[in-house]
């Protein structure tokens, strides 16, 4: 007879095994909240009790997903509930430790995905059988929010697979797995075509575990007499140069100063090494905790799950319209952009023409001209709806965080723009939102024709000019774009001599002292420079075009913006977008409109939002402060200022050392 308590159900065969399901009761999906801990808990208290005559457990869910799935509907949980979350961290870590030592065997039943959490319920158990099937994924995948697994993920992978292949593929850049890359990697022992059968499998496992009288308790592999953790062991010349060199990689990265999450995810791996499994559970959860006041666990979380599934959803989708699939697509133009879009639809199971649009009820021009006024771009061109026009541009990502895959399947996917004009009417809307979204990732834009996402590269690519019409160098300029976390990595050319004044929204005032790049400039004194302070000036660059974009006309939600300035845009990940980086600077939106005043009268009236005053003092030039050239030398780094929060003069501030680019960074004095 089956008992259910909580979010937990368990029922016991004839054989001994006890089949525990996973089944919050009113819910979409599993999560970790007080009836999954009251329910868990009172299962283990069952099974210890009946430890004797226990042969197995299988843990298994009722819901499409195994356990925190991409299908979480977070619009279910109370804000009391979001709220105690994390106050069940230490508690629910501890219960999966008491599963893994009950001294029988437990066998995972991963019957949908299983992400964070509840790929760590997965790894306490001693096998794992997954379900093969399209649109299944397991990862632990927090570093893609700005956190890391802190239920003792980080140790039971550590302990399986060495802290190098932890930190570079397993838990540092937040991957997910789908199920034939998965058991490639060894996170599942074995794979089954349904439901059914993956349960079953984990109980073939069981019955051919030997029995506890035979062969002693049940335990994890890694803790079997002589098992040695994969890699180089610690304490050694060998590992201390291991994770010294992994330090550097990671500091290498784009945005590495406001990402702890994966050098976190190092230090935790480094010590728990030294530690034995109860100390390396405690020290990865202090790490863990560490992480969730930064901000770009909360913004990260935002742009690349709640703003990801959003659109994935269709949010922006006009409602009440029921999904269009148009029976034959015509394909014009004979570029590049054409043969990948026909080919996208043809994967897709449309019939396409090229070249032909006689009886067609989608026409797609991939002629480089979306008729925004934008010029010719490989990524541009339009679609005809039943007569109506609506503008479409792709963008191949420069920067794609993996957890996206589990909401866009397709990691070649491009961000596909659609841009309604006014008077557009919201059927066309859904259809055009149809079509983008069998493309790629679908944004829509409404209002104009105008690309978001173009106005947001060419405010960026202002920035860069006025940077460089300032005498900054362009390598300078380079280091200081890595440093924000930009994914642009092509090279900053410096401008010719003949170059008109960098093009902007606002004019832009040059520095009196600006000079040809390469030329000594009178007053260097220092081989450093703020890198944080060009930094910022990109950043608010973007943020401020964003705001003028809107006032010109267009009206997108905040999730396309957000996501459209990270994928198309190459805004820095942290941020968690445009919009999401203005609201949440230091002192919020307020302080961003008086940062934005400041940066206007000191270095031009681009920076000036739209509707905000224009004092007399700001129409005449005003010396700007022009930042010292960086040292190419090896051994030189810059100072620059690293503040808590953002990259905000505001805000109380770190010093930070930015390392030049043949420089190695000092590792960790933790890891």
Known sequence: MAEQHGAVRWERDRDGITVVVLDDPGRTSNMVNARYYDGLNACLDDLEARRATLRGVIVTSAKHSFFSGQDVDFGEIPPQEMAGLYGLLVPVRDQLRRLETLGRPVAAALTGSALGGGLEIGLACHYRVGLDAPGVFWGLAETGMGLMPGGGGVVRAIRMFGVAAVVERIVGPGPVYRPAEALRAGLVDELAPSREEVIARARAWIARQPAADDGGPARQRWEQPGYVIPGRPPGTPRFDAEVRALAATLDAL?????????????????????????????????????????????????????????????????????????????????????????????????????????????????????????????????????????GLRLFVPTGRPPLLTVFFDDESAPLVEIACPDGTPDSVVAQAFDVAAGLGIAVVVRGTRMSFVDRLRRALRAEIDALLAEGVDPHTVERARAYAGFTDASPVAPPAPDAPAPSAPHPVRPHPEARTPGAPRAGTAEPGCPLGELAERLLMAGAVGARHAMADGIVLAEADANLGSLLGAGFPSWTGGVVQYAASRPGGPAAFTTRTVELADHHGERFRLPGSPMPVAALAPAPVAVPAEATTSAEATATVTAPASALSPDASTATATAPAPDARPTPDRNA
């Open 254 to 390: 784009p945005g590495s100063a406001f990402t702890p999450a994966p050098r976190a995810v190092l230090t935790a791996a480094a010590e728990s090494v030294r530690l034995d499994a109860d100390a390396a559970f405690q020290a990865e959860t202090r790490h863990f905790l560490d992480l969730l006041e930064t901000p770009a666990r909360a913004n990260m979380s935002k742009a690349f799950f709640f703003d990801a599934q959003s659109i994935a959803n269709g949010a922006a989708r006009p409602p009440g319209h029921p999904p269009w699939r148009p029976e034959q697509v015509a394909v014009l133009g004979g570029g590049t952009l054409a043969t990948d879009i026909a080919d996208r639809c043809a994967r897709g199971g449309h019939s396409v023409r090229r070249n032909a649009a006689e009886d067609c009820d989608l026409v797609i021009h991939a002629d480089g001209d979306d008729g925004s006024g934008a010029g010719a771009d490989t990524g541009a061109g339009r679609m005809v709806i039943g007569g109506v026009e609506v």
